[in-house]
């Protein structure tokens, strides 16, 4: 007991130390603290040994019951801190079994919530607790709630990016997943596997939900990908509705890297800045060009060779459809690398 109260003499009521460093502490005990003087009442039974030690320490009486926030007199603040601080000191043995008692009573107090907004509850004590109350619900949240929360990683987190931070994570993001993040991501696919263009949407797309609550449309939206459901849903059918941890997993650590590493490439200016409209070839010169070397040069070559160099200044098929259109695979098997460096080197009229 005298020990919890000396580490509120030093990180909280200390001359020096910094106002939010000492608020966010306050904050945490004092959430716990409410919540351990409910439970030693209500399931008092099932609480750690150290819990026992604790009202044995203090004279072995439960405190009074109490019917609003705080702790109005010393026994009930004694108490409740001394249970908040054991909960909070992660080098304990005993920390996460007490913490795990308040959370698991917590839940009962409440009918057995739905764990979205009883996560929701804990949010204000801060993200030290709200990551360790994740991690007691890591199984029961929907899949997508899951990857907004990381309840996959071993850091699960309340999310707390803005619209601005959805934004600048969405620009070192081309519209459809690197072909080789996707290999890596989705190695063993069932057969017949659906259209990997598909897939490469609804999972770059997917990239801006952890750590943020933005619908998955809205994402969609964001990165011009309007056919947003059909993507997810043939996600969802290729990993046959299993929605499996290891995806999940992935996404929420590749997300969490493109916020903290910069990306040479802002993919949402060449959105947009290049389209099938505003992209225009010298055909004069790619005509002269194609035929100093022996190469074709009809329409449908030269709009072929557009959609190839559009592909790569977007970093994604352009356009919004997930089908790649028809000859365009062997045209680029086929036709010589020199003919997409012409088109650099002249530079297209925007």
């Not at 001394?82 to 008692?101: F, K, P």
Request: glycine residues 6%; positive net charge.
């Amino acid at each position: 007991m005298m020990k919890t109260q000396e580490e509120i003499n030093s990180e909280i009521l200390r001359a020096g130390v910094h106002r939010e460093v000492a608020a966010q502490r306050g904050r945490e005990l004092a959430m716990l603290a409410h919540s351990a003087l409910l439970s030693l009442r209500s399931s008092l039974d099932s609480a750690p040994a150290v819990v026992h030690a604790v009202l044995a320490e203090c004279g072995g009486g439960l405190p009074e019951a109490q019917y609003h926030h705080g702790g109005s007199d010393s026994h009930n603040a004694a108490v409740g801190t001394a249970i908040a601080g054991i909960a909070l000191h992660r080098e304990r043995d005993d920390s996460d079994a007490v913490l795990s008692w308040l959370m698991r009573t917590d839940r009962l107090r409440r009918h057995g919530a739905h764990p979205t907004p009883w996560l929701a509850n804990w949010a204000p004590a801060g993200p030290g607790v709200t990551s360790r109350a994740l991690a007691v619900v890591a199984d029961e949240p929907t899949w997508i709630a899951r990857l907004r929360y990381g309840a996959a990683t071993a850091a699960p987190a309340w999310p707390t990016l803005t619209d601005e931070d959805v934004q600048r994570r969405a620009s070192r993001l081309p519209a459809m997943l690197w072909p080789a993040w996707t290999m890596r991501m989705l190695p063993r696919l069932p057969k017949p596997v659906i259209r990997l263009a598909v897939l490469r949407r609804a999972c770059a797309t997917l990239l801006l939900v952890p750590g943020t609550f933005w619908e998955y449309h809205q994402a969609a939206e964001l990165l011009g990908n309007p056919r947003a459901y059909a993507n997810r849903e043939a996600l969802d059918t290729s990993l046959e509705k299993q929605r499996p941890n290891e995806l999940a997993a992935f996404l929420v650590l590749l997300a969490r890297a493109l916020d903290t590493h910069p990306a040479p490439i802002d993919y949402h200016r060449r959105r947009a800045v290049f389209s099938e409209d505003s992209v225009r070839l010298d055909l004069d010169a790619l005509q002269e060009y194609c035929r100093s070397r022996g190469l074709r040069s009809g329409p449908v070559h030269t709009k072929r060779l557009r959609w190839h160099l559009l592909r790569i200044l977007l970093g994604a098929d352009p356009g919004t459809s997930s089908r790649t259109p028809a000859g365009t695979q062997t045209f680029h098997k086929n036709s010589p690398a020199s003919s997409v460096i012409f088109c650099f080197s002249r530079r297209p009229r925007i």
